[in-house]
């Protein structure tokens, strides 16, 4: 079981830049792929970006790539999402989660851990 914590939200202008951190508890940290989810207000939960165990794979949502970046350090139990050229778009409640032995990064469904999410707002 792990437990999983996202910080690093806020209040950014358009253009802006954020890096959200996801800790995770528990020791096996590295046998979890990890993914960011983000929800709109109105919209569904959709997948922004996963990273397999060791970092080797990493997926995006089309619209995002290029702006945002995933990346894990498996010494500290944490998973990042980078965000630049932030658009009002963006703005949105941001989740990290897991799932231990996922052998895909891509595809939304079978995520077994959540953290409680950060909030995301990008003024125009």
């Known amino acids: 079981q792990v437990q999983l914590v996202e910080s690093g939200g806020g209040l950014v202008q358009t253009g802006g830049s954020l890096r959200l951190s996801c800790a995770a508890s528990g020791r096996t940290f590295s046998s979890y792929t990890m993914g960011w989810f983000r929800q709109a207000p109105g919209k569904e939960r959709e997948l922004v970006a996963a990273i397999s165990w060791r970092g080797a794979n990493t997926y995006y949502a089309d619209s995002l790539k290029g702006r945002f970046t995933i990346s894990r350090d498996n010494a500290k139990n944490t998973v990042y999402l980078q965000m630049n050229s932030l658009k009002p778009e963006d703005t949105a409640d941001y989740y990290c989660?897991?799932?231990?032995?996922?052998?895909?990064?891509?595809?939304?469904?079978?995520?077994?851990?959540w953290g409680q999410g950060t909030q995301v707002t990008v003024s125009s």
């Open positions: 989660a897991a799932d231990y032995l996922r052998p895909e990064v891509v595809g939304a469904h079978g995520y077994d851990y």
